[in-house]
Every structure is written in C-alpha cells, then in structure tokens.
Nanobody, 113 residues
Framework: VQLVESGGGLVQPGGSLRLSCAAS????????MTWWRQAPGKERELVAAISAAGRPTTYADSVRDRFTISRDNAKNTVYLQMNNLKPEDTAVYYC???????WGQGTQVTVSS
C-alpha cells in the first residue's frame, strides 16, 4: 500500500486548498478512504471519510460545511477540498485506508496571515 499526499501549502484565513492522495498497491475502488490531520502537540484526528462508491461521506464537526471529500476511482485518487480555512486548520494532513496500517508522508497545511 502506497499513499502520496500533495497540495498543501501556506494560505491566508478564508482561503482554499485542494489536497490529493494518490493510492497504489491495492484495489482502490473497493476500499473506504479517510483524511486525517495532526496539529503540533495534538493527537491525530479524523477529518473526513468516503465510502468505496463515493457515498456516503462523513465529516468531523469542526470541518463540516467547509471541507468536501471526494474520490476518482479511475485515477486511484482521493481529494479533500478545503474552503474558508481557519488558523486552527493548520496541521499535517494524511490520507489512510482504514483497513490497512500504512500512512503516507502527509502534506503540510498552514493557515496564517
């Protein structure tokens, strides 16, 4: 299982970013996918999840109505569209297949003016 996150960066409060996670080494279209984040000094937390077929999706209360998880099974990629970003969204973001132990390297998101 290989997961490669990308799309992070520095953005001002209120801005947007789109994260991508390219997956390989397993049958992507058969598995539920998740996005997690870990802020400095805090535990890793689940941000969003999407079923193998793309519906249903679930979100942490802190990001609901601002973040959207989606997937393209033809491209073996899961996305996280993040809008109206806040400083408290600053973290390293990871994607993960719940059924496997592997984590990617993560992508840093920094929200600051």
């Amino acid at each position: 299982v290989q997961l490669v996150e990308s799309g992070g960066g520095l953005v001002q409060p209120g801005g947007s970013l789109r994260l991508s996670c390219a997956a390989s080494g397993f049958t992507f279209s058969s598995f539920r996918m998740t996005w997690w984040r870990q802020a400095p000094g805090k535990e890793r937390e689940l941000v969003a999840a999407i079923s193998a077929a793309g519906r249903p999706t679930t979100y942490a209360d802190s990001v609901r109505d601002r973040f959207t998880i989606s997937r393209d099974n033809a491209k073996n990629t899961v996305y996280l569209q993040m809008n109206n970003l806040k400083p408290e969204d600053t973290a390293v973001y990871y994607c993960k297949v719940p059924m496997f132990a592997s984590w990617g390297q993560g992508t840093q998101v920094t929200v600051s003016s």
